[in-house]
Each structure stands twice: as C-alpha cells, then as structure tokens.
C-alpha cells in the first residue's frame, strides 16, 4: 500500500509535538515530514510550494499559528499575518498541489455570549484581534478550492509545551493562593487527543467531500477554576484555590464566557469516540508532572 505523505508546518509547538508522539502509530501507512518556522517559513509561500510539489504531500497539516492571545491585541499585523495570509497560502498550495489541507482554529472565533453549545454551522462573533485573525484564516481557505478539514479546538494542553495545566503546578509551587476565573466555561482538551482525532481526519479523508468544518475538544464542560481545582488534587498540590470573575482577571484580549462545543458532527461523520476531559488528564498528568519538574518543554 502506498504511504500516504504528510506535510506537517508547527511542528514544535504543542500540537506539532504531539502529533510527533502519536507518529509511530501510524508510521505503517504514513510518511510524515515534520517542519517548523527554522525549516519551513508558511509565509514564505514559495518556500512552501517548493516543500509540497517536492515532498508530493498528499496532506498538509497546519500546526503553525499566531498563538499569543493578548499579545496579539497590540501586534495585529504579525496575527494576521500567520493566521490569515500564510493560511491563504497554506489553501493556495494544497489546492494547485492538490493536496488535502488540515487547519485548526480555535473556539474564539465565537463571541461566548451563547448558552447552547456552538455548532460549526454556529454564527461566528470573534472578540479579540486573534479570535478574527483566526477566522480571517478559516474564511481564506473557504475562499479557495483546495479540499481541507478545518478543525475547531479549545483549551488545549499537554506534557509538550506551556499551557493552563503546567502553570497551575508551577503557582502551585511558588504562591501562597491562586485565584482562578469560575465564569468561563469551556473544555480542557489533551493536545494528543486533538493529533488522534486529526489522524482519524487524515486516514478517513474521503468523507470529507470538499471543505468541512469541525469542532473537536475533549468531551464535558467545566470552568477553568474547577479545572484547576481538579489539577491539585491529581497532582497531590495543597495550594489552595480561590474562584474569581473574569472582572477581577482583567487581560488584554476578550475571551468567551461559554465555548462549549457541540462535538457530533466529528464523532457521527467519523464514527469517532471523543474522550472524556477528566479521563484524558488522568492519564495524561503524570507525564506532564515528570517534563514539569524536570523543565521539559
Ligand atoms: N493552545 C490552545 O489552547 C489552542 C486553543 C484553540 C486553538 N488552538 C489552535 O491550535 C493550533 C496549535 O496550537 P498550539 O497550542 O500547538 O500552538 P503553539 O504551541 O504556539 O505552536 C505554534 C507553532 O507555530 C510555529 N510558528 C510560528 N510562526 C511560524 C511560521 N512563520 N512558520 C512556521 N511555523 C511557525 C511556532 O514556532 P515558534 O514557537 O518558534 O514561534 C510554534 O512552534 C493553532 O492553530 C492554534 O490557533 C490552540
């Protein structure tokens, strides 16, 4: 059977080093080229046909992004620049390459003020310079006609990288208290499950007849501070923690009060079982205990 091969841009960053991990699982059927900005620039368009025509990638997957929520607000040129025109590029590409693209965006690109969980047919309403940056991404790809899965995701954390899980231990070592926002809900979402569930896409690519768009996150609902909360407790941490308003937590950028994601269309198009939140932090604590503490990122 021939491989099928797999452009990966991002690659260092937490979902690119998680799609790194699970590569061995798919290694019988799939190539994988992994780059990052050092060895593939995606807005350098030339750089990236030149990588795709020559590399015959039959996927690309867009790992690469403008992540720095707040940053963002006061540095818009450069947020759009990643998230909307090297994504252009990225769909200009895949279409005259005719490759399949895979995008994630984010649950910003709505504005949280919904008390129903957010379909990918949902209005978007983005709040932040990201969150429309993002959606600026997703609209240019739209505007193309390369084949493409664009996969909404949230919360996302891992042993890889910095995020939500490795700061509450690393307060949790250096602070009396933390306080915790209570008033924004949405789903913790393990970086490896996104990779998985983005394997599935890319194995299964023949549903997606043309353009489609999905939610994934992990399964459930829950605040960030009972997410916290939930944290000490497996990691054994004494630190108390103190629920807050998003008021009392002022930050650059707006976030969505309520991201809660409506996750069928992925699981019925796929026949795909997405994990629980709490069941992917149990077992993912321990590792993201162990590069904590010995500082690996
Ligand atoms: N993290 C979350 O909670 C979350 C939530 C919703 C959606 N998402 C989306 O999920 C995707 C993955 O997020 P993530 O958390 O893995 O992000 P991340 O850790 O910030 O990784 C992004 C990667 O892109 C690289 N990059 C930056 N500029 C580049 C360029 N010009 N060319 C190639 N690579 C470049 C970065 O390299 P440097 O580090 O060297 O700059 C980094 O390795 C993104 O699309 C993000 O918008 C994330």
Sequence with gaps: MRQKKILVTGANGQL???????QPIFSDNCHFVFTDVD?????????LMTRVHNLKADFIVNAAAYTAVDKAESDVEKAYLLNETAVRNLAEVAESEGAFLVHISTDYVFDGHSSLPYSPDSQPNPTSVYGKSKLAGEQAILQTNCRAAIIRTQWLYSQFGNNFVKTMLRLADSKPEIKVVNDQVGCPTLALDLALFIMEVVNNDYIVKEQEIYHFADRGQISWYDFAVEIMQLAHKKCPVLPISTQEYPTAATRPNFSVFDLSKAANDFNYMIPKWNESLEKSIHKIIHNYEHNIL
């Design 39 to 47: 060895s593939l620039d995606i807005t350098d368009k030339h750089a």
């Design 16 to 22: 690119g080093k998680s799609l790194q991990a699970v």
